[in-house]
């Protein structure tokens, strides 16, 4: 194999297993998210099973609540009826002046009847409603507050058996990668060993790859060399014919040569104009950088960015390519207050990345006016934990101004977060279900 090839070959496998890190790094990413939401939720589960006992526990308690209310409501009905009668006998008392009972026509003491009847309705009125209603009130407080623990517990419960399946998906993944099937803590261990494998594996290739070039640089230099001896050599035996040329020949190279000048000229002018294009290319972009920094910023804490690397630094710089001149962008991240920098690729997971993405999009989208007025995301929340999903949520929602905002995704709980979020009036939500002969079908919500 030529040098040539064998620096293409390095170069794809270097390529081949950068795919594959970075394949590996994603699920290694996603199972330390999974595991920290599914400590979090197993947390919050073993309080409500702590103080409130499990989900049939707080049924039970909630069906004993409600039969309890229903006994109170009872007997608050029998006090009702009584205090009815007790009522209408203090009437049928009040317009007579008669001593005789109405029922069975014996003398009775008028005025200490009504005085005993009049005491009864206080007593049930301050003593036995009043406790009745005070207890039905207790009872509805903690029937309130039982529900919404039902509901909660409901919701944790679903939450951490759909964590589970997604556990159980990325074990399936990494054994799939490994050809055999791998427990927990053998997927854990496996990530960790394939990555750093690949890792050791390109750096070698890197290396050898840079000897390499510099090897055929090192031929390519003699080559040229030799490549200029030869031209010196045919330029001078051509110089030796063309001394022989009659004076008409040596006119029409009189006159080639000053066009020969006039065009090596024109050339060194059009040199000239092409750097200052560069260089105002290159101060436009440093400029529009530059005006964007401070939502660039902002938007980068607002979404939770790095913990030590607290400031996004973007760096312009032209390269040459096929004849041109391009910008090409490097971003770093800075510490605020130690002279500490480091490039995002290098040292951010993937939804830090991910992070420092959407506040540059963003924060450039928001800091120059676009006559098209409006922003398309398209699956935004990759690798994003709920936190920082919530936060963009907020970020979409607070800061964009009056532009239209386009969000595709599959990710069910940004689109619950945006559900949540953005205000009715302000939203249309199309679901895609299927497809058929048209195209694909979608349903307005």
């Given at each position: 194999m030529s040098t040539r090839g064998a620096v293409l070959f390095e170069v794809s496998e270097i390529d081949s297993l950068t795919r594959k890190r970075v394949e590996l790094v994603r699920i290694r990413d996603s199972f330390s998210e999974n595991t920290t939401n599914l400590g979090k939720t197993a947390s919050e589960l073993k309080k409500i099973y702590h103080k409130y006992g499990k989900k049939q526990a707080v049924e039970f308690t909630l069906r004993g609540i409600g039969?309890?209310?229903?006994?109170?409501?009872?007997?608050?009905g029998q006090v009702d009826s009584r205090l009815r009668v007790i009522n209408d006998a203090i009437e049928y008392l009040g317009k007579t002046i008669e001593n005789i009972c109405p029922v069975c026509g014996s003398d009775i003491k008028r005025?200490?009847?009504?005085?005993?009847?009049?005491?009864?309705?206080?007593?049930?009125?301050?003593?036995?409603i009043k406790g009745i209603d005070k207890r039905l009130r207790f009872l509805e407080r903690q029937e309130g507050t039982l529900e919404d623990i039902l509901s909660d517990l409901?919701?944790?419960?679903?939450?951490?058996?759909?964590?589970?399946?997604?556990?159980?998906?990325l074990i399936g993944e990494v054994s799939e990668i490994a050809g055999k099937k791998l427990g927990e803590r053998e997927a854990r261990v496996f990530l960790r060993r394939e990555i750093g494998n690949a890792t050791a594996r390109i750096n070698r290739l890197q290396r050898a790859y840079r000897t390499k070039e510099r090897v055929l640089q090192n031929v390519e230099r003699g080559t040229e060399k030799i490549k200029a001896i030869y031209d010196v050599v045919s330029t001078k035996d051509r110089f030796n014919q063309l001394s022989r040329v009659t004076s008409g020949e040596a006119k029409e190279m009189k006159r080639l040569d000053k066009k020969i000048r006039e065009l090596n000229a024109l050339k060194n002018r059009l040199v000239k104009i092409a750097d200052a294009i560069t260089t105002t290319q290159t101060k436009l972009a440093e400029g529009m950088i530059q005006k964007a920094s401070p939502k660039i910023d902002q938007f980068y804490s607002l979404l939770g960015g790095h913990p030590y690397y607290k400031r996004l630094r973007i760096i312009v710089q032209p390269r040459k390519t096929g004849g041109g001149v391009k910008n090409s962008y490097q971003i770093k991240a800075d510490h605020p207050t130690e002279k500490i920098s480091t490039f995002v690729?290098?040292?951010?997971?993937?939804?830090?990345?991910?992070?420092?993405?959407?506040?540059?999009?963003?924060?450039?989208?928001?800091?120059?006016?676009?006559?098209?007025g409006f922003i398309i995301l398209d699956d935004p929340s990759q690798s994003l934990d709920s936190g920082q999903k919530i936060a963009l949520v907020k970020l979409l929602r607070d800061k964009l101004g009056h532009r239209q905002l386009f969000v595709s995704s599959q990710d069910s709980e940004l689109e619950r977060f945006l559900l949540q979020q953005m205000p009715r009036r302000e939203r249309i939500v199309y679901n895609f279900i299927g497809w058929d002969k048209t195209g694909p079908r979608l349903k307005i919500n």
């Open positions: 039969e309890q209310k229903d006994r109170l409501k009872k007997e608050r005025d200490q009847i009504l005085g005993n009847l009049k005491l009864q309705i206080a007593k049930y009125k301050t003593k036995t409901e919701k944790f419960e679903g939450e951490f058996k759909e964590l589970g399946g997604t556990k159980s998906r690729s290098d040292e951010f997971s993937a939804s830090q990345m991910n992070c420092t993405a959407l506040s540059i999009f963003l924060g450039m989208s928001v800091s120059f006016s676009r006559r098209l």
